[in-house]
């Protein structure tokens, strides 16, 4: 009656991948992102199993020192800062008084609105939104 049931890496990474892509959509309607909170937690685990290369060693005990200067690299200075982080459309920002913070390796524009808050522009649809959540659970 007990069948156990070994399920092949390809498998896994697969079932990673939907449950990334269910936890984005989730996010990409409810509009903000908590790191910390439940969904991040999720995106963290299915990231963990899916190891994505980008990230170099990210599910063993060690720092990956690679994996973590190409995340860095790509979100805003002072990101880690941050409880709420809001991903929204360009909603006027530059002509306020926000100064806007540009990542090294992409050209986004991103506001810090106070010492907890963060507002990046999503320019490029979805492909935009699943670039910035894999950097930020990577991150936290």
Known sequence: MNKIINT????????????????????FNRGFYKPMGVSGETLRNALLQLRPEIYGSVGEEKSELNGLTYVLERLPEGIE?????NLTSDEGYGESHFKA??????RRDCYRIDEDQMNIVITRGRSD?????THLTFLF
């Open 8 to 27: 092949t890496r390809a498998q896994e990474s697969t079932n990673a991948i939907e449950r990334l892509y269910i936890t984005m959509r989730h996010l």
């Open 81 to 85: 800062q941050c409880r709420y982080i």
């Open 101 to 106: 913070i540009i990542p090294a390796k992409r």
């Open 129 to 133: 939104i699943s670039d910035i959540l």
